[in-house]
């Protein structure tokens, strides 16, 4: 006698939820910068977010949480983190700030701020964004 296909759905759902419990709470995302957190004004600077392996994508977002940058370009560091980079390729005033990083697998708690300092004075107009690489 073969089990009805209910008890059969019953027993999925029920090692499905296992298998999720087990994994516990997500690990906070880290974030740092490259080659610091101090940049002269017009130098590239990149941010690194890292996760554990199988995130889907990094988010890096600003202060107030409207400007942020998705990166689904993740690459794996080791067994168990991954990283996702966001480059600026010339820093401005307007690039100084707080920052943090989210992953998604599902989402995450948020990373502790990054304080992004841009030393130096402005001599023309450079751009804001950031670009994922």
């Not at 999925?12 to 004004?41: K, N």
């Not at 998705?70 to 005033?93: K, M, Q, T, W």
Request: aromatic share 10%.
């Amino acid at each position: 006698m073969s089990p009805h296909p209910t008890t059969l759905l019953g027993l999925v759902l029920c090692l499905a939820q296992t298998i999720h419990a087990q994994e516990g709470p997500l690990p906070r995302p880290s974030i740092s910068a490259e080659p610091g957190t101090v940049i002269p004004l017009g130098r590239p600077v990149t941010l690194q977010c890292r996760g554990p392996v199988g995130v889907y994508a990094f988010r890096l977002e600003r202060e107030d949480r409207f400007e942020y940058k998705d990166n689904y370009n993740v690459f794996r560091l080791g067994p168990f983190e991954s990283e996702a980079r966001f480059r600026i390729d010339s820093v401005s005033e307007a690039n100084a700030g707080l920052y943090r990083c989210i992953y998604y697998k599902p989402w995450s708690e948020h990373s502790d701020y990054l304080d992004l300092v841009v030393k130096g004075t402005v001599t023309g107009t450079e751009g804001s964004g950031f670009d994922a690489s």
